[in-house]
């Protein structure tokens, strides 16, 4: 993930015992980087999604109840969905 980002995952994640000068810090990088390069978040937010189907795929996995909400009704074009 760190090579297909170009920056460490701490970076974005912060390490364990992080002080809150640390983690400031660390944010105002990140908010920095983020400036510099405006489509890293679309990025990471692929990268992110990709691991999670990958490695936890059954967090993607949703069931309907088959039970209807009450008070909630489809939208318009929902039957097309």
């Known amino acids: 993930m760190e090579l297909a980002l170009g920056t460490p995952v701490e970076l ?6 992080e002080s809150e000068g640390e983690r400031a810090a660390r944010l105002d990088a990140a908010r920095d980087i983020i400036g510099e390069d405006p489509h ?7 990268i992110a999604a990709t691991l999670i189907e990958t490695r936890t795929p059954h967090l993607f996995d ?5 039970r209807r909400v009450k008070g ?4 318009p074009g929902a039957e097309a969905a």
Request: net charge neutral; charged share 20%.
């Open 72 to 75: 909630w009704e489809p939208g």
């Open 12 to 17: 974005w994640l912060g390490v364990p015992g």
């Open 62 to 66: 949703l069931a309907t109840s088959g």
């Open 40 to 46: 890293l978040f679309d990025r990471v937010t692929r």
